[in-house]
């Protein structure tokens, strides 16, 4: 079993940044992949970005990409989620995911039924 804790969310104005970090409670493996997800009210989670632990390839939806970032230390099992240039509609609340064997067959990384564990969930809100 893996744990995830998120940090790094709260409140800031459009055009601001923020980083979310997600820690892994043990050693994530090779064969990991990570994610982030959000959530934002009445609506369903969607897929925002995610990286496979080796190599580091990565992933974005369109509607975040050349805007946020996601990265990985593997000396502290963390991924990290760097949003800029943040709007109002990024106003979620934002998951932390982990797919324990990525590496074995196709990884659909945008798919919520990929991923084993789960995060909290911190909340982003961007006030415009």
């Known amino acids: 079993q893996v744990q995830l804790v998120e940090s790094g969310g709260g409140l800031v104005q459009a055009g601001g940044s923020l980083r979310l970090s997600c820690a892994a409670s043990r050693r994530t493996f090779s064969a990991y992949a990570m994610g982030w997800f959000r959530q934002a009210p009445g609506k369903e989670r969607e897929f925002v970005a995610a990286i496979r632990w080796s190599g580091g390839a990565t992933y974005y939806a369109d509607s975040v990409k050349g805007r946020f970032t996601i990265s990985r230390d593997s000396a502290k099992n963390t991924v990290y989620l760097q949003m800029n240039s943040l709007k109002p509609e990024d106003t979620a609340v934002y998951y932390c995911?982990?797919?324990?064997?990525?590496?074995?067959?196709?990884?659909?990384?945008?798919?919520?039924?990929?991923?084993?564990?789960w995060g909290q969930g911190p909340q982003v809100t961007v006030s415009s």
């Open positions: 995911a982990a797919d324990r064997d990525a590496v074995y067959g196709t990884y659909y990384y945008d798919k919520l039924t990929e991923y084993d564990y």
